[in-house]
């Protein structure tokens, strides 16, 4: 409802150079996609591997080291955070 009403005004001002209705589909098909890999990222979420916890300072070092050991869900997460970002920016 509201992509008619703020697109509405340009219509008269671009007669035949855009097609409404296939932009009106790709924004919901897009916006779908954002929601459903979102939806992934909340689902592995609460199972990805917290770095802080497993950070040492090895004996004669001045830094600590934090290792990233990935468990498969934190690739799933990082996967789907960059197809949102990819979507996202579609949009």
């Not at 008619?4 to 209705?21: D, I, L, P, Q, T």
């Not at 990222?41 to 090895?58: D, R």
């Not at 050991?69 to 920016?89: G, I, P, S």
Request: glycine content about 4%.
């Amino acid at each position: 409802m509201r992509f008619n009403e703020v697109s509405r005004r340009c219509v008269n001002k671009h007669k035949g150079a855009f097609n409404w209705y296939t932009l009106e589909k790709d924004l919901y098909f897009i916006s779908d996609e954002v929601l459903y890999y979102l939806a992934h990222v909340y689902l592995h979420h609460p199972y990805i591997n917290n770095t802080l916890e497993g950070a040492f300072k090895p004996p004669g070092y001045s830094h600590t080291i934090y290792p990233n050991y990935q468990n498969r869900e934190a690739k799933r997460y990082d996967m789907h955070v960059d197809t949102v970002f990819e979507k996202l920016y579609g949009f």
